[in-house]
C-alpha cells in the first residue's frame, strides 16, 4: 500500500511540474502597436499582457521565438530569434536581439511564460512585424508631381469661368490648384505570393488600386518637421492586386506641407510659406514578390500620368475643400481606361530629408455621429445640431435635380439669432463647397481638410433636408483607449466626457491646442500639462514617442525648445517659454513614468540636457528672467477673465517666480533620467544643480511663514507638486494656499500650468473638501459652469462664454482646448485612486488610493496599463466602504483603506489576515496600507465620516 500511494504522490508531484500554467498571454505588441508594418527600429521592444483567474499569479520566465514565415515560427528552430527560457518577470519593453534584419523582412514572433509555480503557458497567437526600407538606397522610387509650369492652369479656369455654379471665389495666396491625379498602369505576368507598399507625399495623399482606396489612413502623411524628416507609410496589398493588368493611382493636396499654417494674424497668409515649397510631390514604390520568390517593383517616376482637372478643386486644412462631381472621372483609377490624353507626371530631385516609417498610430475616421436637430433660422439656411463639438468633416447625401452648388460652414457655437458663429476662427473658414452633377443623387465626403463644430450650416439645397442626409465624421490619430471613469455625479461624468472629446479632437499626429481656428499648433505647455491625464485616456506612447521626435527636431542649436512642435520654417519668435519649453524634459519622462520606456530617455538626453545647460547659461544667478521667449506664465489665469463678479488682480503667479519653479523642476528630472541611463556623472551633476537652485527660491521668493511672492493659489500649488519647499514649511504653504481659494470666494483662479497641479496639492496637503468644493461648483468659473452652458468639450478659457456677457475676444477663444481638462489627472488619481509608482515605472507597482468627498456616493473607472487592466470600484452603503479593485498579473498593487485597525478590513467578507496575497504594510493618516498582488478583491470596512 505504501508503495501504491508513494507512486501516486510522485505522479501527482510530476504532473505538477510538467503541467501547463492556465494564465493566458494576450495583446502582443512591438513598440507599443499592434502588427505594425514598416517597422525602422532595427532591435525593436516587445510586449505581452498576461491573464489568469488566479490570484497571486506573476511570470518567473519567457522564451520569445521569431521567424521569417509562419511555419518556420512554429517549427522548433524559428530562423531569426529564439531567445531560450530567460528568468525574468519582465513582459514588457523586451528588445529584439537575434539576427540583424533586413529591409521589407517580414517578422513573425510568439512568447510563452512560466508562472509563479514554474509552469508553462502556452504559445501566444502569432504576431508580426515587418521592416520597412532601412537604407536610403533601398529607396528607388522618385518624386513626382504636377509640372511647375502648368500647376495654376487650371486655377485661371475656375477664377475666368462665367458657369454660375462653377465659379468660385479665390482661395489663398497663390491661389490653390485642384488636385492633381496621378496613375500608373502595370501589368503582373505572374502569380503573385505578397505586395508591400511604401507611401509619402509632401503634402497628403490618398491611394488607390484597381478601383480600390488603400489603406484606412486619412491625412497622411503626418505633420512633421519636412525639410528634416518625412513620414512614409506601409500597407499589404496583396489583395489589391491581379495576376494581369492593374492600376494605382494617386490624389495629392496641400495638408501640412503647404498650407496656411502657423501665420495667424497675418493679413497676407502666404500658401507654401512654411516650408518653402508650391510643389506636391508624390514618392510610391510598391514591391510585388511572385510565388517564385522573384521581386518586381513599380515605382513613381516620368512614366507615370497626370491629370491636373480633377475633381477636388481647391483643399486646405483651414479653408476646407471645394469638390465639383462634374468633374469625376470614371474608371481613372481602373485597367483599361483611356490616358491618351494625360500627361507624363514631373520628376523632381530628392528631398534632403530623412525618410522614416510611421511608428505612431495613423489618423483614422474613428466615429459616426448624426444630427440630434435641423433648423432653419433664415430661409434657405438649414442649422444641422451635431450635439457634439467633433473634429472631422461631414459626409453629406443630396438629391439635386439640377447643379447645385451646395456650401456648408463650420462653427461651434450658434449665436443669438440661431446662426452659426464663426467670428473666432479668425482666417479660418471651415467651409467646404460641394457642387452636385444634377444627375440625381450625390455624396459628398472631404478627405484633405478637417473642422472643429458642433453645428454646420448648409445652404444651396433645392428642399428641405432631413437629419439623415448628413453625418459627422470623427477623425483622429487612433490611439486605444485606456481609461474608464463614472460616479455617482453626472456632471463629473460629463467633465470626463469633455476632456476625452477635447483630447480626441486635438490629436492629429501632434497634440494641437485647438482644431478649428487658424492656429492648431502642438503648443508645448498644453501638451505638458495635459499629458498625464492623456496617457490616463487613450495608449499614448507611440503618439508622444513621435512627437519627442518632434520637439527634438525643433530644438534650436543654442538648446532652446519651441514653444510649438512641430516648427514651421517662418517662425522664429516662439521659442523657450518657462512651461512650454520644459516640456521638452516632462513629456519623455512621462513616457517612462508610464510604460517603463528607458529608451525613450536614452534618445532625448542630450536634447534635454542642452535645453537645461542654455537656460543656467542665460541664468547663473538661477533665477529664470534671461531667454524666457514671450514668456507666457501661467497663461489664461484669473486676471485674463471678463467679469464684473470676478477679481481683476490676485490670480497672476509672477513670472520669474513661475520660471524659476520650471527651471528647477526639469532640472530635478534631467539628474533623475541621467541616473536611469547610467550617468552618475551627470546625475551629481544636475542633483547638485537642482538643489541650488532650489535654495535660491527658497531665499527670494519664500518667507519663514511659507508665504510665496504673489501670494497667490498658482504659485503655492507649483510649488507644492514641485517639492520646492523646505519640508518644515510646506503645511504652512498648503494652508496659505486653501486660504487663495476661500480669498476667491472658494473659486479658482490659476490657469493653465497650475489649475490640475491645485487640485493634487489641495487633495495632498489635507484640503481634499476644498477640491472637491471646486470640481462640483457650478459658480463661475467652474469647469461645470461652461457644461451648464450647454460645453461637450473643454473649453481654452474659463469665461469663453458667459451668460449675460456673451463670448470672449474673438482673436483667441476656442472651445475645444483640452487644457484645463487635466483635472481629469486629479479625478483618476483622487477619485478613482489610480496612480504610478515612479520607482516601479510602467505600473509594475502602482497605488490605488480613492478618497471620497464631496456629493460623491460611488465611483468606478479602469485604466489599462501597459502590463493589463487596472479597475477600482468604490461605494459608500450602510455605513460601510466597499472597494473592489483588479490588479494585473505580474504587478503588484499598494492599496489605501481607510480604516484605523487592519483586522476591521474585510476581503471577500473573511479577515484580511486570511489572505495570502495581502500584507499589511503600515498605519498612516487614519488609513491602512496593504501590499495587493495580482487577482481581483472586495473589501470592506466600516466607514465613518469625522
Known amino acids: 500500500m505504501k508503495k501504491i500511494i508513494s507512486v501516486i504522490l510522485l505522479a501527482i508531484l510530476f504532473h505538477a511540474c510538467v503541467s501547463k500554467s492556465d494564465v493566458q498571454i494576450t495583446q502582443p505588441r512591438c513598440e507599443y502597436l499592434d502588427n505594425p508594418l514598416g517597422v525602422d527600429e532595427m532591435n525593436p521592444r516587445l510586449s505581452w499582457i498576461i491573464e489568469s483567474v488566479e490570484g497571486g499569479q506573476k511570470q518567473t520566465a519567457y522564451q520569445v521565438m521569431v521567424a521569417s514565415t509562419l511555419e518556420k515560427l512554429n517549427s522548433k528552430n524559428p530562423d531569426l530569434w529564439d531567445s531560450g527560457k530567460v528568468k525574468s518577470n519582465q513582459s514588457i519593453q523586451i528588445e529584439y536581439k537575434g539576427k540583424p534584419l533586413s529591409s521589407g523582412m517580414d517578422c513573425y514572433w510568439k512568447v510563452k511564460i512560466w508562472d509563479k509555480k514554474g509552469r508553462p503557458s502556452a504559445w501566444s497567437d502569432p504576431a508580426l512585424w515587418s521592416m520597412g526600407l532601412l537604407e536610403k538606397t533601398d529607396w528607388k522610387a522618385k518624386w513626382i508631381g504636377a509640372d511647375p509650369n502648368k500647376r495654376n492652369e487650371e486655377v485661371k479656369k475656375d477664377l475666368s469661368s462665367s458657369e454660375k455654379h462653377f465659379k468660385i471665389e479665390q482661395r489663398g495666396d497663390p491661389p490653390i490648384p485642384p488636385s492633381p491625379l496621378l496613375k500608373k498602369s502595370f501589368t503582373i505576368k505572374k502569380q503573385i505570393k505578397k505586395a508591400t ?39 499589404d496589398v496583396t489583395g489589391f492586386l491581379n495576376q494581369g493588368e492593374n492600376v494605382i493611382g494617386a490624389t495629392l493636396a496641400d495638408g501640412w506641407y503647404m498650407g496656411f499654417f502657423a501665420q495667424w494674424g497675418s493679413k497676407t497668409p502666404k500658401r507654401g510659406e512654411n516650408y518653402g515649397s508650391l510643389d506636391r510631390k508624390l514618392l510610391v514604390q510598391l514591391e510585388i514578390v511572385t510565388t517564385d520568390d522573384q521581386t518586381d517593383t513599380v515605382i513613381t517616376d516620368e512614366t507615370w500620368q497626370i491629370w491636373n482637372d480633377g475633381p477636388v478643386r481647391s483643399a486646405d486644412m483651414f479653408l476646407g475643400e471645394v469638390y465639383d462631381t462634374r468633374k469625376e472621372i470614371m474608371g481613372w483609377d481602373m485597367p483599361e481606361f483611356d490616358d491618351s490624353e494625360w500627361e507624363n507626371a514631373s520628376e523632381f530631385p530628392a528631398t534632403k530629408a530623412e525618410l522614416v516609417a510611421q511608428m505612431n498610430e495613423p489618423i483614422r475616421i474613428v466615429k459616426e455621429l448624426k444630427p440630434i436637430a435641423v433648423t432653419e433660422p433664415e430661409t434657405g439656411t438649414y442649422i444641422f445640431d451635431m450635439g457634439q463639438n467633433m473634429v472631422g468633416w461631414c459626409r453629406l447625401m443630396v438629391n439635386e435635380p439640377e447643379v447645385a452648388k451646395i456650401r456648408l460652414r463650420h462653427g461651434e457655437m450658434l449665436t443669438m439669432d440661431g446662426g452659426i458663429y464663426v467670428e473666432n476662427l479668425r482666417m479660418a473658414k471651415q467651409e467646404d463647397i460641394f457642387v452636385t452633377n444634377g444627375k440625381g443623387e450625390n455624396t459628398f465626403e472631404p478627405r484633405f481638410t478637417y473642422h472643429g463644430f458642433r453645428y454646420v450650416e448648409v445652404t444651396g439645397l433645392s428642399k428641405k433636408p432631413t437629419p439623415e442626409m448628413l453625418t459627422g465624421i470623427v477623425v483622429a490619430s487612433d490611439a486605444d483607449l485606456t481609461g474608464k471613469f463614472e460616479c455617482s455625479n453626472s456632471d463629473l461624468n460629463q467633465i470626463w466626457e469633455n476632456t476625452l472629446w477635447s483630447q480626441r479632437g486635438n490629436m492629429h499626429s501632434t497634440p494641437t491646442d485647438c482644431p478649428q481656428r487658424d492656429e492648431r499648433m502642438g503648443w508645448m505647455g498644453d501638451a505638458q500639462v495635459f499629458s498625464q491625464t ?3 485616456n487613450m495608449n499614448m506612447a507611440a503618439f508622444f514617442s513621435k512627437w519627442s521626435q518632434d520637439i527634438r527636431d525643433a530644438q534650436q542649436e543654442d538648446g532652446r525648445y519651441a514653444d510649438f512642435c512641430p516648427y514651421p520654417n517662418n517662425e522664429r519668435e516662439h521659442l523657450n517659454s518657462p512651461g512650454w519649453a520644459d516640456a521638452g524634459v516632462i513629456v519623455p519622462w512621462r513616457l517612462y513614468q508610464n510604460y517603463a520606456d528607458e529608451r525613450i530617455l536614452e534618445k532625448h538626453y542630450s536634447s534635454a540636457k542642452r535645453f537645461i545647460d542654455h537656460v543656467h547659461l542665460e541664468n547663473p544667478d538661477l533665477i529664470w528672467t534671461q531667454s524666457v521667449g514671450n514668456n507666457y506664465g501661467d497663461w489664461l489665469n484669473g486676471n485674463t477673465i471678463i467679469s464684473d463678479d470676478y477679481p481683476k488682480t490676485g490670480g497672476k503667479v509672477p513670472d520669474e517666480i513661475h520660471a524659476t519653479m520650471f527651471f528647477a523642476h526639469s532640472t530635478r528630472i534631467l539628474a533623475n533620467i541621467a541616473e536611469i541611463i547610467g550617468n552618475e556623472e551627470d546625475a551629481r551633476k544636475y542633483s547638485k544643480l537642482a538643489n541650488e537652485i532650489w535654495s535660491v527660491f527658497n531665499k527670494s521668493f519664500v518667507d519663514s511663514t511659507g508665504q510665496i511672492n504673489g501670494k497667490t493659489q498658482a504659485g503655492y500649488a507649483l510649488a507644492l507638486n514641485f517639492d520646492l519647499l523646505p ?25 493653465f500650468q497650475s489649475t490640475y497641479r491645485l487640485m493634487l496639492e489641495l487633495t495632498r496637503w489635507g484640503y481634499n473638501d476644498i477640491a472637491y468644493q471646486l470640481v462640483e461648483s457650478h459658480k463661475f468659473p467652474s469647469w461645470l459652469y461652461s457644461i451648464d452652458q450647454g460645453a461637450t468639450t473643454i473649453w481654452e478659457r474659463w469665461d469663453a462664454y458667459v451668460k449675460g456677457r456673451g463670448f470672449q475676444s474673438t482673436g483667441m477663444n476656442s472651445f475645444n482646448h483640452y487644457s484645463f481638462g487635466s483635472v481629469v489627472e486629479w479625478m483618476v488619481k483622487t477619485i478613482l485612486g489610480i496612480s504610478p509608482d515612479d520607482e516601479f515605472p510602467g505600473f509594475k507597482k502602482f497605488i490605488i488610493h480613492p478618497q471620497p468627498g464631496g456629493s460623491l456616493e460611488w465611483a468606478k473607472g479602469e485604466y489599462n496599463s501597459i502590463h493589463g487592466k487596472i479597475e477600482s470600484e468604490w461605494k459608500i452603503e450602510n455605513g460601510r466602504f466597499k472597494l473592489n479593485i483588479s490588479v494585473p498579473v505580474n504587478t503588484t498593487a499598494k492599496v489605501y483603506i481607510p480604516a484605523k485597525d487592519p483586522d476591521l478590513v474585510m476581503e471577500s467578507n473573511k479577515p484580511i489576515k486570511k489572505s495570502k496575497n495581502i500584507q499589511f504594510l503600515e498605519f498612516v493618516n487614519g488609513e491602512v496600507v496593504f501590499e495587493v498582488l495580482s487577482g481581483k478583491y472586495e473589501f470592506t470596512v466600516p466607514y465613518i465620516i469625522e
Not at 224 to 235: A, E, L, P, S, W
Not at 732 to 751: F, Q
Open 534 to 536: 492623456a496617457i490616463y
Open 197 to 235: 507598399l511604401y507611401a509619402t507625399a509632401l503634402g497628403l495623399y490618398e491611394l488607390r488600386i484597381n478601383g480600390k482606396k488603400v489603406g484606412d489612413y486619412v491625412l497622411a502623411p503626418e505633420w512633421t518637421d519636412y525639410n528634416k524628416r518625412i513620414q512614409y507609410q506601409t500597407f
Open 727 to 751: 519640508e518644515k514649511l510646506r503645511k504652512k504653504a498648503a494652508k496659505w494656499m486653501a486660504d487663495a481659494v476661500h480669498e476667491y470666494d472658494m473659486r479658482i483662479s490659476t490657469g
